[in-house]
């Protein structure tokens, strides 16, 4: 099981997610305060389920925690 809790002091700043049919999130987005989806400036996780909806892998684009991805462009990384 992975765990994606955070401490207090890592939520500060903008949180953005993209949900699937099932209102599941896949996409969850991190940034600091005020930096648009349109800015190179977020780090992003691409989370898979199972059908009973149980979180099977959590990836990150391009394969790093790095703050430098565009979230609008969130489909179009290759996560690892």
Do not use: C, F, H
């Not at 648009?36 to 780090?43: G, I």
Request: glycine share 8%; aromatic share 12%.
């Amino acid at each position: 099981m992975t765990d994606i809790s955070r401490t207090s002091t890592e939520l500060e700043g903008t949180v953005q997610l993209d949900y699937d049919a099932s209102n599941n999130p896949i996409y969850v987005g991190e940034a600091g305060i005020g930096v648009l989806t349109s800015e190179a400036k977020w780090r992003i996780r691409k989370l898979t389920y199972d059908v009973n909806n149980n979180v099977t892998s959590i990836k990150w684009a391009g394969g790093t925690t790095r703050y430098d991805k565009v979230y609008d462009l969130r489909a179009t990384y290759t996560y690892s």
